[in-house]
């Protein structure tokens, strides 16, 4: 039973909730003991929170999961885990995070409680309307980067990079559904209601719309947010950014991946190259080459 519940927590989805970090290293406080302990306390209580929904949520989607031909055999659906202690865990796990937040900043409790009700109202409505389902998706992540911002005393952030934030999840979160299109073909709304107001011409336009605006975005941040170095030198992380667009598009349109985007992530070594590059240098520009 423990093991199922851990298995619905969905550990492998806590990575997400490292957005939390990007206040912090973009501010130039990694080096700042204080400012790290709380994004990390910060971090540790929206993994909880997460966790909680994604229990809740699950409960929601018993019945639907059994009839989709991987999520059928998660701990729910399988009855591998009791609904009744999948709900004291969901429970448990969201009223303490709040409980907890609030210790550490009353703002933070808000962003948790918005992220939460944010939740809640995809869960019961917003993820049967087309559309705002992915907006709704893209917003939880914009929500995870404020949570690092109210922790820390940011001096330096970029509201710019709210907007390549939530560009970049949103993207995303289109290449999820292009991919429940494409394995669940005609039962796809019989498994999801709303992927029958999908298809994938319309997914493949409105992923070109986003891919575009992600990286116009980023390119805009690298040469106009006040918050970096006068020198310019952020724009070297340009082509890297292209790339990661690119590699994810060639993943998702040949290979047919993107059901789990963070599983891409974790075994996919030129993304995860990337990723190290690019982190690397962006590391030089703000902490080194000053």
């Known amino acids: 039973m423990l093991i199922a519940l851990v298995k619905t927590m969905r550990p492998r989805q806590w990575p997400k909730n490292g957005l939390v970090y990007i206040p912090l290293f973009f501010d130039g406080k990694l080096s700042d003991p204080e400012s790290f302990v709380r994004t990390t306390i910060a971090f540790i209580l929206l993994c909880f929170m997460s966790s909680g929904v994604y229990i809740m949520n699950d409960l929601m989607d018993i019945e639907k999961d059994r009839q989709h031909p991987e ?16 709900a004291v865990a969901a429970f448990v796990f969201i009223a303490g995070s709040l409980v907890a937040g609030y210790f550490l900043s009353t703002a933070f409790t808000v962003v948790l409680a918005v992220y939460f009700l944010l939740q809640v109202a995809y869960t019961f409505y917003l993820k049967n309307i087309v559309l705002v389902d992915v907006m709704v998706l893209s917003a939880g992540f914009i929500l995870r980067v404020a949570a690092g911002v109210e922790v820390i005393n940011v001096e330096r952030f970029s509201p710019w990079l709210y907007v390549c934030t939530g560009l970049l999840a949103l993207f995303l979160a289109l290449g999820k559904r292009r991919h429940e299109l494409i394995i669940l073909g005609d039962e796809a709304g019989n498994h999801r209601a709303i992927l029958a107001d999908y298809n994938l011409d319309l997914i493949d336009r409105l992923i070109g719309i986003v891919t575009t605006s992600a990286v116009v975005a980023y390119s805009l941040y690298t040469f106009l947010s006040e918050g970096l170095p006068a020198n310019n030198l952020m724009m070297l992380t340009i082509p890297l950014v292209l790339y990661a667009v690119f590699r994810y598009l060639y993943l998702i349109h040949v290979r047919h991946e993107g059901g789990a985007p963070e599983e891409i992530f974790l075994r996919d070594r030129p993304m995860q190259l990337t990723l190290v590059i690019w982190a690397s240098i962006v590391f030089l520009v703000l902490y080194v080459v000053v």
């Open 71 to 86: 999520k059928r055999n998660r701990p729910l659906p399988s009855g591998q885990l009791n609904p009744k202690v999948a």
